[in-house]
């Protein structure tokens, strides 16, 4: 319990970043938020699937869990390549994006993925015993 707690509380500070200017818009004078992920509906649906997948007691929760988690990590990478091209029109450009991301960004993709790295650490199990030597079968 302690360690869904925490987990949980890693993932809510993430969101807590979405609240902060990800992006430059318009001559710095409309910022986009980290909360264009809530208008993707494939990023709200791995949050969904994470925080679902962590609190269900279930052989699939940790598998619901991985998959939300490494949904969300690519969709904020998704977002940072391509919510320009809504914006202003163009193409994909890579260099483009990156000089509109605020370093905020970084930080919240960083500690998206640390906090993912913490979950893999933690929920690791000790691998239920075989058979035992001593059985027939």
């Known amino acids: 319990m302690r360690r869904k707690v925490t987990i949980s509380l890693l993932l809510v500070f993430d969101m807590l ?33 994470v925080f679902f997948g962590l609190w269900m007691n279930h052989e699939y929760g940790e598998v619901f869990t991985c998959l939300g988690w490494i949904g969300m990590i690519v969709m904020q990478i998704y977002e940072a390549l391509t919510w320009h091209i809504r914006m202003f029109g163009g193409t994909f ?40 030597s001593n059985s027939i079968w």
């Open 17 to 49: 970043l979405m609240f902060y200017p990800w992006f430059k818009g318009i001559h710095g004078i409309h910022d986009i938020d980290g909360t264009i992920m809530f208008h993707n509906p494939i990023a709200l649906c791995c949050m969904v699937l």
């Open 93 to 132: 450009d890579v260099g483009f994006s990156l000089e509109l991301c605020y370093p905020i960004f970084f930080v919240a993709l960083l500690w998206l993925c640390f906090s993912f790295g913490v979950y893999k650490y933690v929920s690791k199990k000790p691998h239920k015993r075989g058979y035992s």
